[in-house]
């Protein structure tokens, strides 16, 4: 393989998985995600993470081009999840006298996923591993997006292991580094990343990003996507804003509907906001778009109309996971409108007023709900309710 520097005595092993379509078997991946590990070369050899199990072959034959026949000392643990720890056993079989470094959490994840761990060496904030002339210090970051989360600052040419903070979904193809890669394709990569991965530990990540403020970071190297190395700010600033809740003045608009009418309210609501002057306006079928874009959207823009057809008197099935989804993440701090359509009974939207209470957003509007076609009442009511909520955006 191609090795990549970081420094040089510092090696990047990635590897970009186009095989895979959801990732923790739930987020698509339509352009799919890259595993990276590194290597720091000194005295004393030392793994950053490892990578997802489809690898270990070519893992295990990069490592040795890199350091022939001698013996890799440490593997540093910044995250057990198996994306990153699945080459640990193979590791651990090839380098039996290896230690395994990570913090008090750690070990109980690699005994529950894989072995009761020989060789360990546990570290804490602040708390320094020399390797010889490479110095490397740890810092915990609980919840970002496990309980074990940790990252390692390397001194010398304060680069950041930052696992799975600031990292990517995308393949890196070719280009490794922030400067060697157009970031247009990767903007919303960086972000559905978050959304989807990190998105439910947004005051945990504050945390995090005040703690990192207090290392003078030079280069940010994450368990997934680009290295950050000529403009930290790009990612930091990103992930500080949406780690807020600080949202856009857009709206998303997510509909289910059978037979039309549904949609039909929605596009009337759309087109108002519009009228109303505003400029970010995504309309979604929830039965077309996977969530991961939807949760997306959502840390985007302010406003969220949903709307939902009665489906056997209940919501419609697309439209409840997506709310489920929602209330898992618990997202903040968002205005709320509601419609819905149905055929005999009802259900969508008694049920979408639930995930309204449960949620407490600021409800702009009262529901809107049609029987059948779209008529001039309720054609009324949801300019009314595009009303309402361009209020409150442009208030
Ligand atoms: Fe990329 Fe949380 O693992």
Not at 49 to 66: G, M
Request: overall charge negative; aromatic content about 12%.
């Amino acid at each position: 393989m191609h090795h990549v520097k970081l420094a040089d005595n510092i090696y990047y092993l990635g590897y970009n998985d186009r095989r895979t379509h959801l990732f923790e078997n739930i987020w698509p991946i339509p352009h799919g995600v890259s595993y990276n590990s590194y290597l720091i070369d000194d005295e004393k050899i030392a793994l950053v993470d490892t990578v997802e199990r489809q690898f270990i072959d070519d893992y295990l034959d990069d490592i040795h081009s890199i350091i022939g026949d001698r013996k890799v000392d440490y593997l540093i643990i910044n995250h057990m999840e198996p994306d990153h720890s699945g080459a640990l056993k193979a590791i651990v079989a090839k380098y039996p006298d290896i230690i395994l470094v990570g913090n008090k959490k750690t070990f109980g994840f690699v005994e529950s996923f894989y072995m009761k761990p020989v060789n360990t060496h546990e570290v804490y904030d602040g708390h320094v591993l020399e390797l010889g002339k490479t110095r490397v210090q740890f810092q915990a970051i609980p919840m970002v997006h496990w309980p074990e989360t940790m990252v390692s600052f390397e001194e010398t040419n304060q680069i950041l292991f930052s696992g799975d903070a600031f990292g990517s979904y995308g393949t890196l193809d070719g280009g490794i580094f922030d400067d060697e890669i157009n970031l247009d394709f990767y903007e919303i990569e960086v972000m559905r990343y978050f959304t989807n991965i990190v998105g439910k530990y947004c005051p945990h990540t504050q945390r995090a990003i005040k703690k990192l403020a207090g290392l003078d970071i030079k280069m940010i190297a994450a368990t997934h996507g680009p290295i950050w190395r000529s403009d930290l700010n790009w990612v930091l600033s990103r992930y500080d804003k949406w780690s807020s809740y600080t949202f856009d003045n857009g709206v998303i608009i997510v509909y289910g509907s059978m037979y039309g009418n549904t949609q039909k309210m929605a596009e009337v609501i759309a087109r108002q906001l519009s009228v109303r002057g505003i400029r970010d306006i995504r309309v979604y079928d929830a039965s077309k778009t996977h969530s991961s874009y939807i949760i997306n959207d959502i840390f985007k823009y302010k406003g969220f109309i949903v709307g939902s057809c009665a489906y056997n008197n209940s919501l419609f099935p697309n439209v409840e996971t997506l709310l489920s989804t929602i209330e898992h993440m618990g997202i903040k701090d968002h205005y709320l409108g509601v419609f819905g359509n149905f055929s005999w009974n009802g259900g969508g939207v008694k049920n979408l007023m639930k995930f309204a209470e449960t949620i407490n957003w600021d409800l702009v509007y009262e529901p809107v709900e049609e029987k059948g076609a779209l008529k001039k009442d309720k054609f009324e009511q949801c300019i009314a309710l595009a009303n309402a909520m361009a209020d409150k955006l442009l208030g």
